[in-house]
């Protein structure tokens, strides 16, 4: 069995090895403990206390948090219950004109305005970019994530979570409840 070490994972974290191999370190968590390094590594990068149950994605990482799992930024920005999508707490730029358009596209084609937007997802309290989506205009926001947390610790690593959540989306519940308040 291929065994890594810690700074393979600290290098897969950076970017430095290519996908395929990222790939095959994350889709056998059961075998060793490759999981728990790079949780240990991404826990090592943050100064909050809760803990990381699962990364997801440059900058965010689903915690336990008391007994709700919640996003959290690394600054330590919180998103809310991990089943709504974290995109609805965050800044959003639009870029819907030529312009806008042209000052992350300069000198290249850039996408037609009447066709796309681009948004550009940013923590409210550090700044920092979270993620692009580039979507037909009017496309709802992509919820990029949900992953099944119970699942993944019961059925691949065999050591359930105290507490399972009921593991639904529940971002609609959210923003029916601001149509409400519209009213
Ligand atoms: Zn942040």
């Given at each position: 069995m291929?065994?890594?070490?810690k ?10 090895l ?11 968590p ?22 990381i ?18 996003v959290?930024?690394?600054?330590g920005?919180?998103f809310?219950?991990?089943r ?8 959003i730029f639009?870029?819907?004109?030529m312009?806008?358009?042209?000052e992350?596209?300069p000198?290249l084609?850039?996408p ?7 948004r ?20 709802p926001?992509i ?7 119970d699942g ?6 065999g ?11 529940m ?11 519209r009213?």
């Amino acid at each position: 069995m291929t065994t890594y070490s810690k700074e393979d994972l600290r290098d897969m974290f950076e970017g430095r090895l290519p996908w395929e191999k990222t790939k095959e370190i994350m889709s056998h968590p059961k075998d060793d403990d490759r999981f728990d390094k790079y949780i240990q590594i991404l826990q090592e990068r943050v100064s909050w206390p809760e803990k990381i149950l699962m990364p997801l994605g440059d900058h965010l990482n689903v915690v336990q948090k008391g007994s709700d799992r919640i996003v959290k930024c690394d600054c330590g920005y919180e998103f809310g219950d991990w089943r709504v999508n974290w995109k609805l707490n965050a800044l959003i730029f639009v870029r819907d004109d030529m312009a806008k358009m042209e000052e992350v596209y300069p000198g290249l084609k850039a996408p037609d305005p009447n066709l796309c937007e681009v948004r550009e997802f940013y923590c409210p309290a550090c700044g920092v970019m979270l993620k692009v989506e580039n979507v037909p205009v009017g496309y709802p926001i992509i919820f990029d994530v949900l992953p099944d947390i119970d699942g993944f610790y019961r059925e691949w690593l065999g050591r359930p979570l105290p507490d399972e959540k009921e593991f639904k989306d529940m971002t609609y519940e959210v923003t029916a409840s601001w149509a409400k308040e519209r009213v």
